[in-house]
């Protein structure tokens, strides 16, 4: 029986006048599965990233993400986790995880308390956010991510610049999130830091895939 896929790409372009960021990509990513993408700056990650959260329009090609055949449709089922952090400097994690949930008012969240332990912050601390040290910061964005229980989270270099008890506790999370189905894309330059992670390694060069290779998680 076929393994049911969450992202389906099928020769896809994004294109900037003559320059082609994407080339023809054509993947398929299968549900509860962490896929690592690797490549140089340049590469075609970040934007193969914003292409499935549906951020970004491709040129040419088709992308299929949650058996929707566009990646708007379903949004608020995408967790995208960015450089920029996304949280305001002078408030606490939980008064940004507040505000983030009013937001989306109506809709199914992960309590803000709840969100804040996974990532190993405390829901009491209330120190703003602009004090905080790369590391809690990036944590404190993945809370924020986490709001939505995403069933699809996409990670753009999540452990740059991040001290190592924030990567680890980190990979906990992720560890915990695709045990539980959520499928997981991420972008890094330490391949080292998403051994326990990664079932595969997708490999990008100018644009176009150029071959995939195992993880120690598959």
Known sequence: MPTKNTVEL?????????????????AQFPVGQCCVILGENGAGKSTLLRVIAGLLHPTLGSVRVLDAPAPQNVRQRIGFLSHASMLYDELSAMENLRYFSALNAGTERMPAAEALRLVGLKAELERPVGQYSQGMRQRAALARVLLAQPDLLLLDEPFSNVDAASVEQMQRVLLTLRSRGCTILLTTHQPELTRPLADRYCHMQHGAIAGWSEGSAA
């Open 10 to 26: 099928e020769s896809v372009s994004k294109l900037y006048g003559s320059f082609a960021a994407l080339r023809k990509v054509t």
